[in-house]
């Protein structure tokens, strides 16, 4: 026995035995309420549209098997838009094809512009249209084209930050430049038309209106880890506050507005994409009629029982 034993010794070589005391950072470790390191931001498309046009010019499809650039959040690192979520926006070019492959992270996209080109996934060939949402569901070989005669955007939404915590993604070229495909079914469980979301949206008479999206054969969340949903806000109109315990990352289809979460306002328009952060408070207030889609990391945080929600009951 050591008799000038000391705390701070005792720290000392308890860290060079890789071990280090809970009890000064309880409270870090077990905080009383979440701690999301992401803040909330907004990329606006009037900015991102002239970077991702010369990116097409500076870089083809050999260089960029994904012309992508991804939105990162201030507050972290790629891939992190949000703690959990991802996104980014992808232009192909007419003529051009991003050369398939696969991986174990889910992929969503949300087309923003452009029309004629489309996505390949698991054989099947999906056109893509403004509003349309496609699915890549885990390990199925995808490749995206363009035969249209302009550019196509879209807002790819994955689950990659999940990744950086379960070593687990795999991923795999395939072969060939393209994955063998066939047109899909008109009623393939891959897509989503925005017109059928609209309606679904325009039926609710309320000033305010959220529809998720579904898997069609299931009705369960668009992934295990990443769900999909759109709102309506009329102009002039606000939705309630909310907060989750599920981070958010929202492109606007149409309309004007704010969105207020946590002392922050984040101006938005047409294309511009806007993330909120877990747990913070958050409502938005339309200038013109407006069309939000949006997702979210619900689906996980429900697997581990950990999604919460409030709202003020607007
Ligand atoms: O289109 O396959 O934004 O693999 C990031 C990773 C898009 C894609 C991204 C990807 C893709």
């Known amino acids: ?14 860290a060079a035995q890789g071990a280090q005391p809970l009890w000064t950072v309880m409270e870090g470790m077990v905080p009383p309420h979440p701690e999301p390191k992401a803040v909330p931001h907004v990329w606006r498309y009037a900015d991102m549209r002239p970077l991702l046009e010369r990116a097409g010019r500076l870089v083809g499809t050999d260089d960029a098997e994904r012309r992508v ?9 790629a891939p992190h838009t949000t703690d959990t979520l991802y996104a980014g926006l992808q232009l192909i070019l007419p003529g051009e094809v991003a050369r398939a492959h696969r991986h174990v992270a889910f992929a969503l996209r949300f087309i923003i512009e452009g029309d004629g080109a489309y996505t390949a996934v698991a054989g099947e060939k999906v056109t893509m249209a403004r509003g ?5 569901p885990s390990w199925a070989y995808h490749d995206h084209g363009n035969e249209g005669s302009q550019p196509m955007v879209w807002l790819d939404g994955l689950d990659l930050p999940v990744y950086q915590f379960f070593p687990a993604n ?4 395939y072969s060939a430049e393209r994955y063998p495909s066939e047109p899909a079914p008109s009623d393939s469980h891959l897509k989503f038309s925005w017109a059928e979301m609209q309606a679904r949206l325009d039926a609710d008479t309320e000033p305010y209106a959220f529809a998720e999206y579904v898997h069609t054969q299931t009705g369960a969340p668009v992934s295990r880890v990443i769900g999909a949903a759109a709102e309506r806000i009329a102009g002039r109109c606000s939705s309630p506050t909310r907060r989750e315990t599920a981070g ?16 922050h306002v984040l101006e938005w328009q047409r294309g511009d994409t806007f993330c909120v952060p877990a747990w913070a ?5 339309a200038a ?3 069309y939000l889609f949006r997702f979210d990391d619900r689906p996980i945080l429900d697997a581990i029982g950990a999604y919460r929600a409030e709202h003020d009951g607007a």
Do not use: C, K
């Open 69 to 77: 650039f991804m939105l990162v959040n201030p507050a972290m690192e």
């Open 170 to 173: 795999f991923a795999q070229p």
């Open 132 to 136: 349309d949402v496609i699915l890549t």
């Open 281 to 285: 408070p958050y409502r938005h207030e």
């Open 288 to 290: 013109r009629d407006t």
């Open 248 to 263: 958010i990352v929202y492109h606007v289809f149409e309309g004007r507005g704010l969105t207020r979460v946590d002392g």
């Open 1 to 14: 026995m050591i008799a000038t034993d000391s705390v701070g010794r005792l720290f000392q070589e308890a």
